[in-house]
């Protein structure tokens, strides 16, 4: 964190800051000067603190009924739907919640890919955000086990059955994981302690996130670098927070919808069949912020490799910094890369679809390819631009862009138009 | 403001893409348009009340639903049988109960508390007297099948004479809207099963709607309750958005930059 001065007004204030210097950092997130420029693809890291913050509260409520027994877990569900006082709105949202968090990252994860607020100074900033990634797919795999229902028990099945690639001592290590010969009470409990914790490791996380931020502070869309405070800046509040919660308050409507009026859309019917490990559902599917990774998983024949692919296909995403090798940061100035990066977004699109389909015929060739292209696009194409691309002219500033550039000017038109 | 709703245009035109996508592949159920869909949607007080009338008479001599007590049926939102007519209802049937102070079992009428008495005693013993075929518990029956009231609705009224090339065991049955056309439970409804108190004819459609609208509910006791809220929580939200909308404009009005 910048140095930043502050003298309380009132005694006590002075001397609890020269003890604890809280009201320093309270006045340094409000002072915090940020580019004017930041546009609505910005507000997602305040929204995204939002899910967490609403996730933590639902789940310790929801924690005080449920019961984390093989026996008693669907039920206690079912409880807290029919019995407990609007449980089932604290149910809805918590489960509609971590959609809203998923549907909020890739936003957040694909803003970040687009403007290159991952290059130099921001490397770090992204690395904890994909920790912070990692740690969420791990809870909400977790959560959507603890409900007991058919695709909780096989979907633990299926991914727990990874470990058991691993050579030598993958078996050993997948009855350890389970706690017993099969998916089963002690599976059940040890991943609610699990689901319990991760909340709080990303919260820890998400601190780590915003501090490691706030050292170079924020990127913006024309991705220079710029003077801080100046005529490019404004303070944190109000001017971003006041844009923070209106996104937010929209976000909000989006959340309230699915809530409300198609709480059950996001989820699969089978969730609401109890656990049974002598049926098996027909197609065991993730959720679907989970399905690309899955369309790479089962793309691959051998499934160590399949393994290795799905973990490499986020793993990465933490060298991204060092693949791309372009000096500039935001899309808007990098035309070929900006081409790419949408492919990309088809691409991952793409394989999210396949990978709700049945893993055979065309569904496996499409995975297939769109697998190839994800792992050319960050391992091939990105170095190469770096080297290669023709970039247009970097503005000066935020408040005084290229004069005389046309393509800088066209861009303005555009914007003029748009608004 | 324009960029704003660009981009939720965007997510939404992701997501319901994806929900079509899905929507287009199964086979084309019956629809019936339900009173309780959409955003103000209701069940037909009437039509739970016929609906639970169907489940007591027909299904439930196999079908449990142990999620549900008997004071649900005089809860807001439900068939909102009065007070009386749910006790009369519970104490017709026998819960076991106890043990007493001479550590003995004994059975008792029904009250309010009671969860749906069960048919049988546990999974095995309702799978062995229907031929192997566990009837499912029809609490969350609605929910837990792809399709959810259409499914239903189709499934009962989905009764065929199988084609000529298909071969049937004994005790299976040919069904439209079965996944594999083969199902283990007989035709369950027929023209003039049940007679309505309320006088309204029971045919088979009529039967098949009321008992789906009273599986519905089942399902989603509270769903009355959630589409009201829902209203309000949204009216609130846009209203709060307009303030903070023009809290904005005025607040980033003091420097000249677009937002």
Redesign the interface.
């Known amino acids: 964190m910048s140095d930043h001065e502050y003298n309380p007004k009132s005694k006590f204030g002075k001397w609890f800051n020269d003890r604890l210097p809280l009201l320093t950092l309270a006045s340094h997130l409000a002072d915090y000067p940020t580019p004017?420029?930041l546009?609505?693809?910005w507000t997602f890291g305040g929204i995204l603190a939002f899910c967490l913050i609403i996730q933590i509260l639902t789940g310790l409520t929801l924690a005080m009924h449920y019961i984390a027994h093989a026996d008693f877990a669907f039920?206690s569900v079912?409880?807290i739907?029919?019995d407990v006082n609007y449980g089932?709105?604290i149910r809805?949202v918590h489960a509609n919640g971590s959609s809203m968090f998923f549907?909020a990252v890739y936003?957040h994860i694909f803003r970040s890919l687009f403007y290159g607020s991952y290059k130099s100074p921001r490397e770090i900033i992204w690395i904890i955000g994909i920790m912070i990634y990692v740690l969420m797919m791990a809870a909400a795999f977790m959560g959507y086990v603890l409900p007991w229902g058919q695709m909780s028990f096989w979907g633990a099945t299926v991914i727990t059955n990874l470990f058991s690639a691993i050579p030598l001592v993958g078996e050993s290590i997948v009855t350890w994981l389970w706690g017993g010969y099969s998916v089963d009470n002690p599976t059940l409990t040890r991943f609610f302690t699990l689901h319990y914790l991760m909340p709080f490791l990303i919260l820890g996380l998400v601190i780590l996130h915003i501090w490691a931020l706030h050292v170079p502070g924020n990127n913006n869309p024309i991705g220079i670098d710029i003077k801080k405070p100046s005529k490019d800046t404004?303070p944190f509040h109000?001017?971003i927070v006041?844009?923070d919660?209106?996104?937010l308050?929209?976000f909000?409507?989006?959340f309230?919808?699915f809530?409300?009026?198609s709480?059950?859309?996001l989820g699969h019917?089978?969730n609401?069949?109890e656990a049974n490990p002598l049926v098996t559902p027909?197609h065991i599917v993730p959720e679907?912020y989970l399905l690309p990774f899955y369309a790479i998983l089962r793309s691959i024949p051998d499934k160590l490799m399949g393994v290795v692919a799905m973990l490499s296909a986020i793993l990465v995403l933490a060298a991204v910094p060092w693949l791309d090798t372009s000096k500039i940061r935001s899309a808007v100035f990098r035309p070929l890369y900006k081409q790419f990066y949408w492919i990309l977004i088809i691409d991952v699109?793409i394989l999210?679809?396949v990978g709700?389909m049945p893993a055979e015929g065309l569904y496996l060739l499409v995975a297939r390819v769109a697998t190839g292209y994800y792992f050319v696009h960050f391992l091939v194409i990105l170095p190469v631009l770096g080297a290669k691309e023709k970039t247009i002219s970097l503005p000066l500033s935020i408040s005084r862009p290229v004069l005389g550039d046309p393509l800088n000017l066209s861009t303005d038109k555009k914007?003029e138009s748009?608004? | 403001m324009?960029?704003?709703l660009k981009?939720?245009f965007l997510?939404?035109l992701?997501?319901f893409g994806?929900?079509q996508?899905?929507a287009n592949e199964k086979l084309q159920l019956l629809k019936i348009d339900w009173s309780f869909k959409g955003?103000f949607g209701k069940f037909d007080r009437g039509s739970l009340q016929r609906g639970y009338q169907v489940y007591t008479e027909v299904c439930a001599s196999c079908h449990s639903m142990q999620?549900?007590s008997y004071r649900?049926l005089a809860e807001k939102g439900g068939p909102e049988f009065s007070i009386e007519q749910a006790k009369a209802i519970a104490s017709n049937f026998e819960v076991k109960d106890g043990p007493n102070n001479d550590g003995e079992m004994f059975t008792r009428p029904g009250r309010l508390s009671d969860k749906f008495v069960k048919p049988y005693a546990n999974v095995q013993e309702a799978a062995a007297s229907n031929g192997g075929a566990y009837p499912?518990d029809m609490?969350?029956l609605v929910?837990?099948?792809?399709g959810?009231a259409n499914y239903i609705y189709s499934v009962l009224l989905g009764y065929d004479d199988p084609p000529s090339d298909m071969i049937i065991d004994d005790g299976v049955y040919y069904n439209t809207y079965m996944?594999g056309n083969k199902i283990m439970m007989p035709k369950p409804l027929d023209d003039g099963l049940v007679e309505y108190s309320d006088g309204t004819e029971a045919t088979e459609e009529q039967m098949a709607k009321d008992v789906t609208t009273f599986l519905a509910w089942a399902?989603e006791?509270?769903l009355e309750?959630?589409?009201k809220?829902?209203?309000r929580?949204?009216i609130y939200?846009?209203i709060?958005?307009i303030l903070?909308?023009l809290?904005?404009k005025k607040?980033?009005s003091r420097?000249e930059?677009?937002?």
Request: no cysteine.
């Open positions: 004017k420029n546009n609505y693809w039920e079912e409880h739907m029919r089932w709105l809805y549907l936003i404004v109000p001017y006041i844009k919660i209106f996104a308050l929209m909000m409507l989006l309230a919808f809530v409300f009026y709480p059950n859309i019917a089978d609401y069949i027909t679907w699109l999210g679809y709700a914007k748009l608004n | 324009k960029n704003i981009i939720s997510i939404i992701i997501l994806n929900f996508v899905k955003f999620y549900l649900n499912p609490s969350v929910k837990a099948r792809s959810g996944p399902a006791p509270q309750a959630r589409h809220m829902g209203f929580a949204i939200l846009i709060l958005i903070v909308y809290s904005m607040i980033w420097i930059s677009e937002i």
